[in-house]
């Protein structure tokens, strides 16, 4: 069973840098997609970056340069690393993995069947 808890979200002024997590159980990197995704209050859920098995990673035009991507495969946890952010990248962010064998386009959310709780990131102007 994949379990996904985030973690490391807070409140950070523009400019500013925060790092989330998620850890993830009932998961092997080399096998699953895995993708962050955020949703901002009023707006839909977007992708911000996705990883797919082979290691290709891409990342919403929005905050390329600014985040990335990396992982800890001893403590099978996905990191973000969020730099320079702006008051637009404020939202709940979600990691989300897909089933094994990442079916289907990997930066389609319809990939995706496993979610987090979601961590808040805040970003003050």
């Known amino acids: 069973q994949v379990q996904l808890v985030e973690s490391g979200g807070g409140s950070v002024q523009a400019g500013g840098s925060l790092r989330v997590s998620c850890a993830a159980s009932?998961?092997?990197?080399?096998?699953?997609?895995m993708a962050w995704f955020r949703q901002a209050p009023g707006k839909q859920r977007e992708g911000v970056t996705f990883?797919?098995?082979?290691?290709?990673?891409t990342y919403a035009d929005s905050v390329k340069g600014r985040f990335t991507l990396s992982r800890d495969d001893a403590a099978n946890t996905l990191y973000l690393q969020m730099n320079s952010l702006k008051p637009e990248d404020t939202a709940i962010y979600y990691c989300a993995a897909s089933g094994p064998y990442c079916r289907g386009d990997f930066t389609s959310p319809r990939t995706y069947n496993s979610w987090g709780q979601g961590t808040q990131v805040t970003v003050s102007s």
């Open positions: 009932g998961v092997i990197f080399s096998v699953y997609c």
């Open positions: 990883r797919h098995t082979s290691g290709l990673t």
